[in-house]
């Protein structure tokens, strides 16, 4: 079964400056879907970036980047140019490609707090 | 375009008691998704359907049943409520295109709805 390992409870950044979220995750498939999800005080899961196995490039999306290591099974995200309303519990989640439900598998989540 | 929706959004239940969760989506979306979120960890999968009259079990599916009798109506039933039950449960819905497999379809999620059990 496929397991996804965010080993950062919590972390904090400054505003205006740059912190980096890690993730990794296990699996024998070859071919699946990364993403980040953020949620907010609200509880509302946000969809903030994917990724796909098979492409090399990483995904970027404004202020947010991942490093994609597909050999190491590591997923971080960066945000850049912190702000106040990125504040929020981020979750990594895996999906296998093909087949099956299509569920999203997620991680425990790392709660980020910015001081202003 | 409302996207998801659910209700109730708050909800204490008594220990043996039954209710159902309902979960709407208006974007003709074919997969929808029970998930439960307990405090301190990521979203289990719960029930899952494909499609109007296709449900199946996730991760976690004791205690509850679903079904599928429209493409915009997914409801979670809990029978005979338990303390184990406590948790956040969010409804999802994605579309995936017939004979198409893969794809980063993003999944939708809803606002949630907070149960207590008690």
């Known amino acids: 079964a496929q397991t996804v390992t965010q080993s950062q409870p919590e972390m904090s950044v400054q505003e205006a400056e740059t912190v980096t979220l890690s993730c990794t995750y296990d699996?024998?498939?070859?071919?699946?879907?990364l993403f980040w999800y953020k949620q907010p005080p609200s509880r509302q899961m946000i969809l903030v970036i994917r990724?796909?196995?098979?492409?090399?490039q990483n995904a970027t999306e404004n202020r947010f980047s991942v490093n994609f290591q597909k050999a190491a099974k590591s997923f971080s995200l960066k945000i850049s140019d912190s702000q106040l309303g990125d504040a929020a519990m981020y979750f990594c989640a895996y999906r296998r490609a093909k087949g099956g439900s299509e569920k999203l598998v997620f991680g425990k989540g790392t709660k980020l707090t910015v001081n202003p | 375009n409302a996207g998801v929706t659910q209700t109730p959004k708050f909800r204490i239940l008594k220990i043996g008691q039954s209710m159902t969760l309902q979960c709407t989506q208006d974007m003709n979306h074919n997969y929808m998704y029970w998930y439960r979120q307990d405090p301190g960890m990521g979203l289990k999968l719960i029930y899952y359907?494909?499609?109007?009259?296709?449900?199946d079990k996730g991760e976690v599916p004791n205690g509850y049943n679903v079904s599928r009798s429209t493409t915009e109506d997914f409801p979670l039933r809990l029978e005979l409520a338990a303390p184990s039950q406590t948790s956040v449960y969010f409804c999802?819905?994605?579309?995936?295109?017939?004979?198409?497999?893969?794809?980063?379809?993003?999944?939708?999620f809803g606002p949630g709805t907070r149960l207590t059990v008690t």
């Open positions: 990724q796909e196995a098979y492409k090399q």
């Open positions: 999802a819905s994605s579309y995936r295109p017939e004979g198409l497999a893969g794809g980063s379809y993003e999944q939708y």
């Open positions: 699996t024998s498939e070859s071919d699946y879907y």
């Open positions: 359907s494909v499609g109007a009259g296709i449900t």
